[in-house]
Structure formats: C-alpha cells, structure tokens
C-alpha cells in the first residue's frame, strides 16, 4: 500500500513524455516512477541501512589508529610548515 508522498519539479517535456507513455501503457504516472526508482535502486547496488553502515564502519576500520601524531603537534602545525618551507625555499 502506497501512503507516502514524495514531490519534485521536472521540466515540462519530461511531464507529457511521462503522461503520454503512462497512457500508452494503460498505467498511471505513479506507477511508472515507481518503476523507474525502483529500478534504479537495484541497477545502483543501494544496501539496506544496516548494511551499509556495516560497509561504512569496515572501510573506515582500515585507518583506524593509521594517524601518528600528539596534540602538540597539530597545535604547532603553522610553525611546522614555515619551517618547511623555508627549508626549501631557503626564505
């Protein structure tokens, strides 16, 4: 049972394609966008919510513990990074 209500604007064209091919089809507007969400749901490979936070927390597991540092450090960075520089750069 549909009871939800989803709006967005579209071009004018795109309308009375979708209204003409709704009426060569014998269906409705809304069976049509349905369909082509649906579709494109499944062709995007969209995983329910649990799932994708799974793959979410997995992929950021990789970097876990990956950044070295102190708080010191980040503290001093502008000084770090002139000192870099006029390493280079010899300023």
Known sequence: MKTEVYSWRIAPE????LEREARLRGVSVSA????????????????????EQARIHAAAAKCFG???GSPSR???????VRERLAKRYGR
């Open 14 to 17: 795109v309308k009375s394609d």
């Open 32 to 51: 049509i966008l349905d369909r082509a969400v649906r579709d494109w749901l499944n062709k995007s490979g969209s995983l329910d919510g649990e799932e």
């Open 66 to 68: 990956a950044l070295a």
């Open 74 to 80: 980040s503290e001093n960075v502008r000084k770090l």
